[in-house]
T-cell receptor, first 110, second 114 residues
């Protein structure tokens, strides 16, 4: 069983829609949860991180962590064509190596 | 934007050739990493370094080797390239702090071995 599972999609939604991206993980020792965004032919860039259960907002993006269910989510409100990218969840046990999900390829259609 | 650079961006090479993928960062980060990423697949850690003269193998077995002679430089070498080495190689670096240790990625090198 993979340590982190992420639906690879692809996911295609109209502009303005609310997008929900999700990952599950198996090891309760994981403490830090991140979302990276990767545009085509570019390296991943950190979008958001959190280390506690609950929600964290940054503009149109909300990261949600449910440690009891080992489930993390990224919500994108008022999605824009510029949000089209692959979104990767990443989880770590501290200052340790990151474990990445497979990535969900998202397309926002104008 | 992160100050981490990779060259070349694209490389097409024949089987058996020796290649070196370059990675350098100007952020003074102690930790550096190499990942391999196939299309539609997750990133797999193949090498990492916690500082000068420190290198470790990652979770995914790789025939490549790395060196860390200078803080800012972390090259990856394949002594004899094979078609199975065709992939995207991503370099990353981080400060090495406790807690959330954000990794900053370079643009990647897309390697094709014929």
């Amino acid at each position: 069983q993979k340590e982190v599972e992420q639906d690879p999609g692809p996911l295609s939604v109209p502009e303005g829609a609310i997008v929900s991206l999700n990952c599950t993980y198996s090891n309760s020792a994981f403490q830090y949860f991140m979302w990276y965004r990767q545009y085509s032919r570019k390296g991943p860039e950190l979008l958001m991180y959190t280390y506690s259960s609950g929600n964290k907002e940054d503009g149109r993006f909300t990261a949600q962590v449910d440690k009891s269910s080992k489930y993390i989510s990224l919500f994108i409100r008022d999605s824009q064509p510029s949000d089209s990218a692959t979104y990767l969840c990443a989880i770590s046990r501290g200052a340790q190596k990151l474990v990445f999900g497979q990535g969900t390829r998202l397309t926002i259609n104008p | 934007e992160a100050d981490i650079y990779q060259t070349p961006r694209y490389l097409v090479i024949g089987t058996g050739k020796k290649i070196t993928l370059e990675c350098s960062q100007t952020m003074g980060h102690d930790k550096m990493y190499w990942y391999q990423q196939d299309p539609g697949m997750e990133l797999h850690l193949i090498h990492y370094s916690y500082g000068v003269n420190s290198t470790e193998k990652g979770d995914l077995s790789s025939e490549s080797t790395v060196s860390r002679i200078r803080t800012e430089h972390f090259p990856l070498t394949l002594e004899s390239a094979r078609p199975s080495h065709t992939s995207q190689y991503l370099c990353a670096s981080s400060k090495g702090q406790e807690g959330t240790d954000t990794q900053y990625f370079g643009p990647g090198t897309r390697l094709t071995v014929l």
